[in-house]
């Protein structure tokens, strides 16, 4: 059984900065992909960043390219999103995901999702 648990969610301000994690419980999580998606109302979700673990870089959707950092300690299990220079339409639900390749058919496991919201 895996399950994810994610935290780190808040309000901020335009042009703040915030750091999500995602702590990964079950096995196999050196061996898997780990991957930050969002959803804001009334839209769809969003791939935003994912990580294998074979590959020691993150691949990144453009919308958040150049601010947001995603890096994993594996010795933790745990995933991190560093999200910089903050814009309102961040503002949404984010989720991470655990799969054993990266890709949407392959994340097989969701956490409950973090709040951000991000104020003008």
């Known amino acids: 059984q895996v399950q994810l648990v994610e935290s780190g969610g808040g309000s901020v301000q335009a042009g703040g900065s915030l750091r999500l994690s995602c702590v990964y419980f079950g096995d196999a999580y050196n061996g898997y992909c780990m991957g930050w998606f969002r959803q804001a109302p009334g839209k769809e979700r969003e791939e935003i960043a994912s990580m294998s673990s074979a590959v020691a870089s993150a691949t990144y959707a453009d919308s958040v390219k150049d601010r947001f950092t995603m890096s994993r300690d594996i010795a933790k299990n745990t995933a991190y999103l560093q999200m910089s220079s903050l814009k309102p339409e961040d503002t949404a639900m984010y989720y991470c995901?655990?799969?054993?390749?990266?890709?949407?058919?392959?994340?097989?496991?969701w956490g409950q999702g973090t709040q951000v919201t991000v104020s003008s």
């Open positions: 995901a655990a799969g054993p390749r990266c890709g949407l058919a392959w994340l097989r496991y």
